[in-house]
């Protein structure tokens, strides 16, 4: 303050002079000295964010960049050569306005940019029927004619009875392999095989449940080898070696009993043995037969005896059902004289 | 109350009502009663049924019901008029009753006895097999055979057979005309004199127990020679027959080894009297699924269910179905119910349980058991 008069005092000098005083004391406070020289009436604003500073201008980059390959296709192209194999979906190669991608109910699905949906699913963009028709006129080439003989399926089963199922797999992965396409299975119709009565009921017996009575075919599959030739010839190898062990005759097969039978023969059957003591019971003139005097007796002496060995034997190889049980309860009546069943 | 009260008398004493047939003696049933129920006059029925041979439900039903009806069916006037017109001196004939769980087989079988009864033949009856091989109460008593090597006596079961016999049969012995053929020595001090009555068989068995298995052999082996020389008649009637040819038994030894059929003395004697060797009877035995475990419950047929032992040894037989209620029995059935308030609701509602129960007789008394 003492300095501020003695400043006073000396009225001679000039405001700039005073201003050069004030300098001691602070140095932004001269500069807004001089802001004050201009407006001194304004309020000073202190900006502590300093938001003036960070705002940035949005730069807008003018780009050439061309339209959209999808665009700029013509509709009369040749689609082959744009998609000429199986490939990932991508947009601005398919000139179709596709949308795919699960949104809320009323908003539509998001378009094909950008879209991983797209991507995701397999498509066949590469097997368009012109693209199957151009490849199948290029093979036609390599083709011969089906035989005109084989004109039926009979036709094709009376001269090819075996029958060779195998499966190839197609991938879209690195390795073009699949470990299925090895498993081989032959299938024949048990009926075209030369097999007479004895070899055919080994070769069922032999091959078990790979055969099915119900279609007469021979199923046999192999997978054991690690490639499909070598699956080939195995159950080439199997079928031959069966069909040959079927016509051998082996020692022990005369030991076969009548629970090995694969029919029944109701002549070997305890039951034609009970038919037989019941009928020379009735006649009081019972007494021990040897077995093959009972498998020799004649039946036709008993009175109903054929009809109930037929109902016996369709009983046992046919199963049991109601119309064979019935058959069978009147054939018993029969031989046993009763009344038939009352039908009501 | 008075008038509640004396509707239910009337209801208990429905006898005019369309489903019931007077005619009470099954001799004189024929088509014209099929599809009816008649009543069992109850002591006859404590006499033939008090020691088993009605299934369990149908006598909780029967004590429901305050009586005994038995519906008149097909098979069981067929099996009637087959036995009557076979010729007695003949080997005994085979029938075999088959059919699906719960068609009635068992009581087809109790109307035949009822008949046999009715008819003065000697009834041996079995009521279910699998009560002797296949149930196992704490008080199973099992014991090795003592007079024949390695068989198994039931020796509880065999007395409580024999008391069942006694009551079934009891005016034939009392009469004390059949007589055994020769003696049967079981101890030192204990015989069967030559001559004496079948009675006095079958008493020593109930009150020696230890005794029973082998005096039913014995009894079985004279009901045989009897009825050969023709002093008596038999009907032999065996309810769940298949159980004797099931691979197994529940039972176990003491040393815990399993026990097969063959090996139970009472199979044995059974399966002798139900061959054909012996004449002037009628042999009624029925295949039932309930008779075996339910995994071998595949089919209902005979052949199935008795294996091929057992259809060789009763082959030939007379198959006999015992099947669903045809529609005029359900409607006899169903008017049954309702008399008897088993069944109330809306006529339509026949129709309906026709549909829910397939006619199958015992389903349509449970489903209707809550109604």
Known sequence: MSLFIRNYKLNSLAAGYNAKLWRLNST????????????????????ILKKKDRIQRRIIRRTDMQPDRADRMAPNQNWGNVWPGPKTFHPSSVPLPLRQGYVPKGQAP???????????????????????????????????????????????????????????????????????????????KLSSLNL?????????????????????????????????????????????????????IEEWEKDKT???????????????????????????????LTDEEYKSFDISVIEGGEEYKNAVSSLMNDGESDATLKKYGEAVRKVLGLPEKKVM | MLSRSWRHLCRRYSQAATFRTAELSPAQHNEKQEGLFYTLNPDLCKQLFGHGGLPKSFKQQTKTFTETAIMVRQPALDLINCIRSSDMSQPAIRYVLYGEKGTGKSITMAHLLHYAHEEGFLIVHVPWVSEWLRRLPRHKEMVNSPTREGFVDLPIDAAAWLIHFKSQNQTLLKSNDLKISKEYV????????????????????????????????????????????????????????????YPLTRLNTPTKRKVTPEEVSLTTTFLKLTTNDWTNGAIVVSADQLAVPDA????????????????????????????????????????????????????????????????????????????
């Open chain 1, 110 to 188: 998001p378009g094909k940019k950008a879209n991983a949906e797209l991507m995701k699913i397999p498509n066949f963009l590469h097997l368009t029927p012109p693209v199957i028709k151009s490849q199948c006129e290029a093979i036609k080439q390599y083709c011969t004619e089906w035989p005109s003989l084989l004109n039926s399926e009979e036709a094709i089963e009376k001269h090819y009875p075996v029958e060779i199922i195998t499966s190839d797999y197609c991938h879209a992965s690195p390795s073009i392999r699949n470990p299925l396409a090895r498993i081989v299975t032959l299938r024949i």
């Open chain 1, 196 to 248: 007479d009565k004895h070899s055919k009921d080994k070769f069922i017996r032999l091959v078990g449940d790979r055969y099915d009575k119900e279609t007469d075919l021979v199923t046999i599959t192999a997978d054991r080898c690690p490639a499909r030739a070598q699956n080939l010839d195995y159950v080439n190898y199997l079928l031959t070696a069966c069909y040959h062990e079927a016509w051998n």
């Open chain 1, 28 to 47: 932004t406070a001269d500069s807004a000295l001089k802001k004050n020289d201009e407006d001194e009436e304004e309020f000073r604003v202190l900006d």
């Open chain 1, 258 to 288: 009548e629970d090995d039978m694969e029919y029944y023969d109701w002549n070997n059957n305890a039951s034609k043995k009970s038919l037989v003591n019941w009928h020379l019971r009735t006649k009081n003139e019972l007494r021990t």
């Open chain 2, 186 to 245: 079981w101890s030192k001090r204990e015989k069967t004199e030559e001559g004496s009555p079948l009675s006095a068989l079958v008493e020593h068995g109930i009150t020696r127990v230890k005794y029973a298995c082998d005096v039913i052999d014995a009894l079985i082996d004279e009901i045989k020679i009897l009825s050969n020389n023709k002093q008596c008649k038999t009907f032999v009637a065996i309810d769940g027959f298949n159980s004797f040819f």
């Open chain 2, 296 to 371: 071998n419950q595949e089919s209902h047929f005979p052949r199935y269910l008795l294996y091929k032992k057992g259809f060789e040894h009763l082959d030939p037989f007379v198959p006999i179905k015992v099947g669903r209620y045809s529609d005029k029995e359900f409607l006899s059935c169903a008017e049954y119910y309702r008399d008897r308030l088993w069944l109330r609701g809306p006529p339509e509602m026949e129709t309906e349980l026709k549909f829910t129960s397939a006619c199958n007789p015992y389903r349509f008394m449970e489903q209707c058991a809550p109604l």
